[in-house]
């Protein structure tokens, strides 16, 4: 058997069309502007814990990502977004803690998920 993946951090990914709309969107959902935009088409928010937000331009996949953002208090997220105007629905909770979503307005599906408390990674 081979050694495993050494994993450093992990980028979801937004798939746009409208690129300028996505990132004023993702900019008021992520609370500040991208880090950097190496190239056109592709912006991104890095230092996220051990991740981070890649937003990229392709017509062809547009609308079309998941990505689960783990936060720690799903309660005050969602108060933060609707502050904003950006609202969640389709909320669960059990023992696997509390999870809802959103949509950016290209319909890339987000899931914010909350661990159950006492979860500790790794």
């Given at each position: 058997m081979s050694k495993a993946i050494t994993v450093?951090?992990?980028?979801?990914v937004a798939?746009?069309?409208?690129f300028d709309a996505a990132i004023s969107w993702y900019t008021a959902f992520m609370g500040r502007s991208p880090d950097d935009m190496p190239f056109p088409g592709m912006a991104q928010w890095r230092n996220m814990?051990?991740?981070?937000?890649?937003?990229?331009?392709?017509d062809t996949?547009?609308?079309?990502a998941i990505m689960t953002v783990v936060?720690?208090?799903?309660?005050?997220?969602?108060?933060?977004?609707?502050?904003?105007d950006l609202f969640v629905?389709?909320?669960?909770?059990?023992?696997?803690?509390a999870v809802a979503q959103l949509f950016?307005?290209?319909g890339n599906q987000i899931n914010l998920s909350e661990p159950p408390k006492g979860f500790k990674n790794g």
């Open positions: 450093q951090g992990i980028y979801a798939i746009v069309r409208d814990g051990a991740a981070g937000l890649q937003v990229w331009q392709d996949r547009a609308g079309h936060v720690p208090d799903l309660a005050s997220e969602k108060r933060r977004l609707a502050n904003i629905g389709n909320e669960a909770s059990g023992e696997f803690g950016d307005p290209e």
